[in-house]
């Protein structure tokens, strides 16, 4: 079993002391642990200040990147846990996820949480996955 670790350029480095992605090679497959997701530009400004829409949209096309940096797919997630500091959201988080991981035959195991806040002021959702990809 070999695990690597890698923070690819394609999104913002990590806001603090962790690895966006690691990788755990067992065999013809591997396993794609994803460190929670928020929204943050470039500039670590957030995105979308108060809009569960544009934070959503913006974590999933980061998950998008961070699973391609390894050869898969959001078809391939199997797990996806999320927090929110608003249950009230929720409609809107649902709806951007829907459509972010539809023609899947079986949707990924799922927790969603709320919580009374995120690592940084105006944040709204955190999204962390695991994925399996061809090795």
Do not use: C
Not at 2 to 14: F, N, R, S
């Amino acid at each position: 079993m070999t695990v690597t670790y890698l923070d690819p350029d394609t999104v913002p480095a990590p806001a603090a002391a962790y690895t966006h992605t690691a990788r755990v090679d067992l065999g013809t497959t591997a396993m794609i642990f994803v460190s929670g997701q928020v929204a943050l530009d470039d500039d670590g400004e957030v995105v979308g200040e108060g809009d569960m829409t544009a934070q959503t949209e913006h974590v999933f096309a980061g998950l998008e990147k961070l699973l391609a940096a390894h050869g898969g797919t959001l078809a391939d997630i199997v797990n996806i846990r999320t927090f929110i500091t608003d249950m009230d959201l929720r409609p809107e988080h649902g709806a951007v996820r829907i459509k972010w991981l539809a023609g899947r035959e079986h949707p990924p195991t799922s927790t969603l949480v709320e919580v009374p806040r995120l690592f940084r002021p105006g944040l709204l959702v955190e999204v962390e996955v695991v994925a399996v990809v061809a090795a």
